[in-house]
């Protein structure tokens, strides 16, 4: 009798990519079945790095809520801390002045320009690319530099203001911005050629990571994800905010949605925020950059003299113009800055320091029950961020601290459908694409 030869049960493996895993862009742990070289099945674990953002804003007054955005993309902040304000404004019934508005716009977009470089630098030197790294990286620095300029801080910045902007930005900025963008522009036209015909790179990411229309629409992705797969949103355009719907701009839009068409499209997105930037800069009115919700404005040193004399019935509810930075009091600045309303935006450091009034009134909105107290109500208010849609829900019982904010992070839907662009390719292909969704870790977990 024949031997019968024994059976062999075939089984796939499991390996763990993090979470701590230099190409895993935070904390990031992916659990991938494989069978072989090709990749079965994908488990996302996000929950290495809870930020308890949503629980400490309901602990902490309004205007101490900024920090954290900050920490929520902290690639780029500066629309972090836009987004939660115009929330808040929304729910307070404030208009910002056209200045602020035109001074958002261009940081957002500088921050846009950072985000994007900081995912393709990322993203090809994870393929061995190390030369665009290095090219990207020292175009971010010069927009950097523009950041530091305009918030005094270059990463966790806290620039934005219920109301307004923590100061007015440098007179000499336009000339300095325009010099950053011009050695941006130039390292993007060298990457250009390094990457978008190099065959190693084409091959690499063309018909990579595939994101169908479909599969973008049921999970809710926006951004640079879902514009590379055909889907044709942009809340600056769908929803126009600030003076975005003032801006002469193209959405770029990709037809495959692989890997390349998603480099292709935060390419071309840098070339329009560029292209936004001179717009706003070359149209920027003057005038004050916080708001000033009724009344007449008084300055300081009025309001102090007045003070001197006993005559304090009337100041409760007065505003004062002072100057956005602690570089003096020189008057001739006076005009180009906005009258402060008193029971919603902070006063200016030189105002806090120099004056009782400008002190009391910085203790006043920082203490417990004395701060701004929106109307009970909620609304949400949402912004084109880096990585796409990023929403802020806030509920106000008519206190000092919000009773509840949600937050809608772009990063979180993409890593949602994350596990749908690596089922099916190959190991090698696993962090390429992982890094071209550019998730952001500090929004995942909130």
């Given at each position: ?46 929950g290495?790095?809870h ?16 920090p ?11 629309i ?15 208009e ?9 716009v ?13 995912c393709?630098a990322?993203s ?6 190390m030369?665009?790294?290095l ?11 523009i ?16 109301g ?6 440098p ?8 010099s ?6 130039k390292?993007?036209y ?6 978008t015909?190099n ?29 590379a797969?055909?889907?044709n949103?942009?809340v600056?355009?769908a929803?126009?905010?600030?003076v975005y ?14 890997n ?11 070339r329009?925020?560029i ?6 800069m ?9 708001v ?16 001197k ?6 100041l ?7 100057e956005p ?20 935006v ?20 920082i ?32 206190k000092?601290?919000?009773?509840r ?7 979180f839907?993409?890593?949602a459908?994350?596990?749908k662009?690596l089922?099916g390719?190959?190991?090698a ?7 071209s969704i550019n ?8």
């Amino acid at each position: 009798m024949a031997a019968v030869a024994p059976t062999r049960e075939v089984r796939n493996m499991l390996i763990n990519i993090g979470p701590s895993h230099p190409a895993m862009h935070g904390v990031i742990r992916l659990i991938a079945e494989l069978d072989g070289e090709k990749v079965v099945r994908v488990q996302a674990e996000i929950g290495y790095l809870h930020r308890a953002f949503e629980k400490s804003a309901e602990d902490s007054s309004w205007t101490q809520v900024m920090p954290y955005t900050d920490r929520l993309n902290y690639v780029s902040p500066l629309i972090n801390n836009f987004g939660y304000c115009a929330a808040v404004e929304k729910l307070l019934g404030i208009e910002i002045t056209e200045r602020c508005k035109y001074i958002r716009v261009v940081m957002s977009e500088v921050s846009r320009i950072t985000d994007h470089l900081t995912c393709i630098a990322a993203s090809a030197m994870e393929m061995g690319a190390m030369t665009v790294f290095l090219y990207f990286m020292k175009a971010r620095e010069f927009l950097y530099e523009i950041v530091e300029d305009v918030t005094g801080a270059r990463l966790t910045i806290s620039y934005g203001r219920i109301g307004g902007v923590k100061g007015d930005i440098p007179e000499n900025l336009g000339e300095k911005l325009e010099s950053a963008l011009k050695k941006v522009e130039k390292e993007l036209y060298e990457v250009d050629r390094l990457l978008t015909r190099n065959r190693i790179w084409v091959d690499r990411t063309r018909d990579i990571g595939i994101l169908t229309r479909e599969d973008a629409v049921s999970y809710a992705v926006t951004g640079p994800l879902a514009r590379a797969s055909g889907i044709n949103y942009d809340v600056r355009k769908a929803h126009p905010y600030l003076v975005y719907d003032r801006m002469d701009f193209d959405v770029p839009l990709g037809e495959k949605g692989d890997n390349y068409d998603r480099y292709l499209v935060r390419m071309e997105e840098m070339r329009q925020s560029i292209r936004i930037i001179r717009q706003a800069m070359r149209e920027m009115p003057g005038g004050p950059v916080a708001v000033d919700s009724r009344g007449e404005p008084v300055k300081s040193f009025d309001l102090v003299d007045e003070a001197k004399m006993g005559r304090t019935a009337g100041l409760v509810n007065v505003r004062t113009t002072v100057e956005p930075t602690l570089s003096g009091m020189e008057r001739p600045f006076l005009d180009r800055v906005m009258p402060h309303d008193r029971g919603v935006v902070l006063p200016s450091k030189d105002d806090t320091y120099s004056n009782i009034e400008g002190l009391m009134n910085h203790f006043k909105l920082i203490m417990d029950y004395h701060g701004i107290c929106p109307p009970r109500g909620d609304t949400y208010f949402a912004v084109e961020a880096a990585n796409g849609e990023l929403g802020f829900y806030v509920v106000s019982d008519g206190k000092d601290r919000p009773y509840r904010v949600r937050v809608r992070p772009p990063c979180f839907f993409n890593m949602a459908v994350l596990h749908k662009l690596l089922e099916g390719y190959m190991v090698a292909d696993i962090i390429a694409t992982f890094g071209s969704i550019n998730m952001i870790a500090g929004e995942l977990d909130r």
